[in-house]
Structure formats: structure tokens, C-alpha cells
């Protein structure tokens, strides 16, 4: 069987003019666009621009940041039912990303419901809006992959819209988007990739092929990671591996970094990115003291010389850059995050070795008590 993947993909675009005269070449002329609202960027200017000279842009969405709401989707699909348009434009970060990726399959007339509806179940697809996924940041990995993650208002829960259809048509990665990204922003979402990347190589589902997307992807994010750069804060290749990370866990399953990320987005709202970052090192420290081999291929890929030193670069990328705050868990009793954490039976299931209440509850006490939070 081969690796799922879009359609279309370009990599290393230069030109916003390009962009639009390959959508046109895909015989695409009417586009909705979802643009991240929080991002400035001079690329993301010229692609507007380009489309808006070049394309029949028949409706500009600026997407207000945070996880994608269920609720703000279905609003959204009512808004633009009666619209003519050929394709969905997706211009930001995973959030941005899953939103438009939900939509182009949701938007169809037999499906334009409640869309908690699709949230973690099988439906069918019999057509869907062509969609078109340009990632703005280096970490989420949406561009490549079957899923839409939605939050759920109502139960308070983040569970994805499923389907094959929901992956992108067509991707393009644009280094320049991300030239003058901020860095609580970039490096959070960061670790991100590299966890998908890690999950994909360790875990149980993993396969021949996405091991070999898991290390193609580690070996650019150690170009970021431990490689001297000139003038360039962020490396060029960095949007590559966070594409190839997200090809590799579409084709695999996410693990318990995953898994005890959730209920810090659920409870804390922190962003999946901060939630991930804080997770990975203490999830790593887990797995190195039940088995050392568990985190040779992690340190190994990003060319860190020992275990603790990948540990301290993720301490301190964290302490510097991510924004989190876990303050507020006194609010709710442990056992809430653990067993919420234990109920992502697919991701904890594909851990390498049997995780269990006990290390779940080790990483979120490790996570909560830490001085630096």
C-alpha cells in the first residue's frame, strides 16, 4: 500500500504569482480563502494580492486564531451556502488549516450539519470542495494529513474529523511565510513536527515507509536544531519536515505525547503546540527510564550528542518561548487529565511499551509542579 498523500505538492515556492497561476492550471478560478488573521507577513500580502488579480476571490475569511471550533464552523458553512466557488484557499497555521480542511468536505449539501457530528466517526463522502492547503507555520503537519481536530464547545473535548477526503488537494510550502514568524509561535509548533516525526518512528504502527519519512523529517529539523545558520533565524528546509512529519503520522498513529497533550488543550486551552511542547520532555524521561533504546532514534535524528542534551534544548526552547501557563490544573482533580488522557485509546495504544494510569500520571505531576510554570 502506498503513502497517502495530496494530490499536488509544491515545495520551495518563491513566487506568490506562481501559486496562483497552478491553481488556475488545475482549472480552479473560484476560491474562498481562510487567511490566519494573526499572522503579517509579506508573503501572505502578494498572495492576496496575486489571487485577488489572478483568481474570482469570492470570499475572504480571516480566521481569528485558536482551535477551530465546531461551533464557528457550522456558522461558518451557513454563511457561505449559497455561494458558487470551485475550492477552499487555506493560508496559516494547523488551526487554519483544519478549519478549511473540515470545510471543504462539510460544505457539500448532503453533510452541511452539526458538525460535531463527524467528530470521530466513519461517514461517507461522496463529493467535497476542491482544497488547497499553503502552511504558515513548520510543525502542524495539516497540509498532509486526513484529519481535521475540532473543538467541541459543548463537551468540552478536541476529537478530529476523519475521512480520507478530508486531506488537501494540492500544497504548497512557501519558505518565506515563515521568515518573521515570532518565536512562541514557531518553536511550540516546532516540537510539534517533531513529534509527529518521533510517534511515526517509534510506535507500533509504524511501517518501513514511515520511518523513512520519520528520519528524512528529523534530519531537516536538526538543520534547524544543531546546524550553524547564516543570516536566516528559521532554516529553509524547515517547512519540508514538517510536511514529510505529517505525511508519516497520517500513515501511522499518534502516541501518548499526543494523547496527554489533549487535556491540556481541553482544560488549560493552551494552543496544541504549547501542549505538545510541554509533554514531549517528560514523556521522554518516561520512556528512557523504562527502556533507553525508546529515545536513541530521537537523539540520534536531531544529532544531539546524549539524552540530556535534547532534554535541557527542549527546557530551555520552552522556558523562552512557550507561553503556557498550567496554573490553573489546581482547578480540576488529576485524575481528570489522566483519565482523559487514557480515553485516546488509538494513540495510547500505539505507545511502544504498555502505558498505563501510572506514567500518565508521573508525566502530569512532573508537568504541574515544575518551577518554571
Given at each position: ?259 496527554l497533550s489533549y487535556p491540556l488543550s481541553e482544560y488549560l486551552k493552551l494552543s496544541h503546540g504549547q501542549a505538545i511542547a510541554l509533554v514531549l520532555p517528560k514523556v521522554l524521561l518516561t520512556y528512557k527510564r523504562l527502556d533507553v533504546n525508546l529515545v536513541t532514534p530521537l537523539v540520534d535524528g536531531l544529532g544531539f550528542k546524549d539524552f540530556d542534551s535534547l532534554v535541557n534544548k527542549i527546557q530551555v526552547l520552552n522556558k523562552n518561548y512557550n507561553k503556557a501557563s498550567v496554573k490553573d490544573y489546581s482547578k480540576f482533580e488529576l485524575e481528570t487529565f ?36
Amino acid at each position: 500500500m502506498g503513502i497517502l498523500k495530496p494530490k499536488y505538492i509544491y515545495k520551495n515556492i518563491k513566487s506568490a504569482d506562481f501559486v496562483a497561476r497552478k491553481i488556475l492550471k488545475l482549472e480552479i478560478s473560484k476560491i474562498i480563502i481562510v487567511v490566519d488573521a494573526n499572522i503579517q507577513n509579506r508573503m501572505i500580502s502578494e498572495l492576496l494580492t496575486a489571487f485577488h488579480l489572478n483568481l474570482n476571490v469570492v470570499k475572504l475569511i480571516k480566521y481569528p486564531g485558536g482551535e477551530p471550533t465546531t461551533e464557528h464552523l457550522n456558522k461558518f458553512l451557513l454563511n457561505i451556502a449559497e455561494l458558487d466557488y470551485h475550492a477552499f484557499v487555506g493560508i496559516g497555521g494547523g488551526s487554519t488549516l483544519d478549519f478549511t480542511k473540515a470545510a471543504s468536505v462539510l460544505s457539500t449539501k448532503e453533510l452541511m450539519h452539526d458538525s460535531s457530528e463527524y467528530q470521530g466517526v466513519d461517514f461517507e463522502v461522496n463529493s467535497k470542495k476542491f482544497c488547497i492547503c499553503i502552511p504558515s507555520t513548520a510543525g502542524s503537519g495539516a497540509e498532509a494529513t486526513k484529519s481535521a481536530v475540532m473543538f467541541n464547545p459543548k463537551t468540552n473535548i478536541k476529537r478530529g474529523i476523519n475521512n480520507l477526503k478530508v486531506m488537501p488537494d494540492a500544497v504548497f510550502l512557501i519558505p518565506s511565510l515563515i521568515s518573521n514568524l515570532p518565536e512562541e509561535i514557531f518553536y511550540p509548533s516546532l516540537f510539534d513536527g517533531i513529534t509527529h516525526a518521533y510517534e511515526s518512528l517509534i510506535g507500533k504502527s509504524s511501517t518501513k515507509k514511515t520511518v523513512k519519512l520519520a528520519r528524512k523529517s528529523l534530519s531537516l529539523y536538526k538543520k534547524q536544531l544543531r546546524d550553524k545558520q547564516s543570516n536566516e533565524r528559521y532554516h529553509k528546509k524547515v517547512l519540508e519536515a514538517s510536511f514529510l512529519a505529517g505525511q508519516a503520522i497520517c500513515n501511522s498513529e499518534t502516541g501518548p505525547v499526543h494523547a496527554l497533550s489533549y487535556p491540556l488543550s481541553e482544560y488549560l486551552k493552551l494552543s496544541h503546540g504549547q501542549a505538545i511542547a510541554l509533554v514531549l520532555p517528560k514523556v521522554l524521561l518516561t520512556y528512557k527510564r523504562l527502556d533507553v533504546n525508546l529515545v536513541t532514534p530521537l537523539v540520534d535524528g536531531l544529532g544531539f550528542k546524549d539524552f540530556d542534551s535534547l532534554v535541557n534544548k527542549i527546557q530551555v526552547l520552552n522556558k523562552n518561548y512557550n507561553k503556557a501557563s498550567v496554573k490553573d490544573y489546581s482547578k480540576f482533580e488529576l485524575e481528570t487529565f489522566v483519565l482523559r488522557s487514557l480515553e485516546l485509546k488509538g494513540a495510547i495504544n500505539n505507545s511502544p511499551i504498555v502505558w498505563n494510569y501510572d506514567n500518565s500520571i508521573e508525566v502530569y505531576k512532573s508537568i504541574f509542579e515544575s518551577e518554571d510554570l
